[in-house]
């Protein structure tokens, strides 16, 4: 079992800088893949970034083209998604998540509460 749980969102202008962190508990985190995600109101959760286990290959969807990074810390059982060059559409319930498989599009086991991200125009 895996406890993790999101900070570091809130409101920003468009063009600005966030960085979510996802502290974990339980189990050591490098015993997983991690993954984030997001949600926005009225729409289905998707695939925003993820990391192998040792941080060594990251995995990106195709509309964060660059502005976000995904960045961990097993020594602090913590993962990072810097986002920068925010836009409105970036507005979402980011969560994040950890899988046992094997790459970063298998199930996810486990997974954070949330945390707000609201990009203002």
């Known amino acids: 079992q895996v406890q993790l749980v999101e900070s570091g969102g809130g409101l920003v202008q468009a063009g600005g800088s966030l960085r979510l962190s996802c502290a974990a508990s339980?189990?050591?985190?490098?015993?997983?893949?991690m993954g984030w995600f997001r949600q926005a109101p009225g729409k289905e959760r998707e695939f925003v970034a993820g990391?192998?286990?040792?941080?060594?290959?990251?995995y990106y969807a195709n509309f964060v083209k660059g502005r976000f990074t995904i960045s961990r810390d097993n020594a602090k059982n913590t993962v990072y998604l810097q986002l920068n060059s925010l836009k409105p559409e970036d507005t979402a319930v980011y969560y994040c998540?950890?899988?046992?498989?094997?790459?970063?599009?298998?199930?996810?086991?486990?997974w954070g509460q949330g945390t707000q991200v609201t990009v203002s125009s």
């Open positions: 998540a950890a899988t046992s498989g094997a790459a970063p599009t298998a199930d996810y086991d486990y």
């Open positions: 990391i192998s286990r040792r941080g060594g290959s990251t």
């Open positions: 339980g189990r050591t985190l490098s015993s997983y893949v």
